[in-house]
């Protein structure tokens, strides 16, 4: 696994915890020592993010964030190279 | 609104075709217990929910759903890469190839197409939340039944995600009817209907 793959891997491992999280504050509100986690993981997130966009440009195509090109052209999720 | 994240909730990357397998494994695309009914259950659910915790909750799960419905579609379509018409038709593959060719179709592993009476929209929360945990229980046990039969880890590995993910929800679900129950009188739970009566 590239070094890059492996980034983009963490990143979307820390955005699942979140996500994770995310679930268990819809039936727990007030649980602020999930609610601190969450941020914990929203933050370690943001700076992955960062890193990778500034090694390799955008992660996680989506129409707001990429080129008509990369959109059209960039393997589908179901295709085994974007895996 | 929906906006599209081009990428896989978890990967898939399945090297070795296997159309027998993939007939088995679409039925978690269409079937009974599939994703598609199970995010169509949820996401219409939500509307008659009367409280925000569990308008959020069937907001979310059945958002997740989407994600896994795709997962199960690729699976689905890596599985049937490359195939000669010898191999479609020793593996069984042929029933469903001659309608479809290599197309995703949302379809029960029996042939049955996928239908919307596979779930309930009753506008009784409690009705509801108690099918959504039984749904959840038979989306388990139908990916452990797909189990038995897979043994490619490239196949089990994305399965056994979908296969946590139920319980997950499941427990989520389990909390929201407890979110319900607390709020309702305790000795009668089915005196009124908190949705209905709300209007």
């Given at each position: 696994m590239s070094e890059k793959e492996a980034l983009r891997r963490r990143i979307y491992a820390v955005e699942f915890a979140s996500w994770e999280l995310h679930l268990f504050l819809d039936t727990h509100p007030n649980n602020n020592e999930a609610a601190k986690k969450q941020e914990e993981y929203r933050e370690r997130a943001r700076k992955l993010r960062k890193e990778y966009e500034e090694k390799y440009g955008p992660i996680g195509e989506t129409p707001h964030n990429t080129s008509r090109w990369a959109w059209i052209s960039d393997p589908w999720p179901w295709e085994k190279e974007a895996n | 609104m929906f906006m599209y994240e081009k990428r896989l909730q978890h990967p898939v990357n399945i090297k070795n075709p296997n159309p027998k397998l993939a007939k088995i494994i679409i039925t978690q695309y269409g079937?009974?217990?599939?994703e598609i009914g199970a995010s169509l259950r949820y996401l219409s659910q939500r509307?008659?929910?009367?409280y925000p915790e569990l308008r959020a909750i069937l907001t979310d799960i059945g958002t997740e759903e989407l994600s896994h419905l795709e997962m199960v579609g690729t699976i689905v379509y890596q599985l049937t890469r490359n195939l000669t018409p010898e191999q479609i038709q020793e593996a069984g593959f042929d029933t469903y190839f001659v309608d479809h060719t290599t197309g995703v179709y949302p379809?029960?592993?029996?042939g049955t197409p996928f239908s919307?009476?596979?779930?309930?929209?009753?506008?009784?929360t409690i009705a509801d939340l108690h099918e959504d945990l039984s749904a959840e229980q038979k989306a388990r046990m139908s990916y452990d039944n797909i189990l038995r039969f897979a043994d490619d880890p490239d196949v089990r590995e994305p399965i056994k995600f979908l296969r946590a993910r139920e319980i997950v929800h499941f427990q989520r679900f389990g909390e929201g009817l407890r979110i319900l129950t607390d709020k309702l009188d305790s000795k009668n739970f089915?005196?009124?209907?908190p949705s209905f009566d709300k209007h």
């Open positions: - | 079937g009974p217990h599939g509307y008659a929910m009367p379809i029960a592993a029996s919307a009476s596979t779930f309930a929209v009753t506008g009784d089915y005196a009124f209907n």
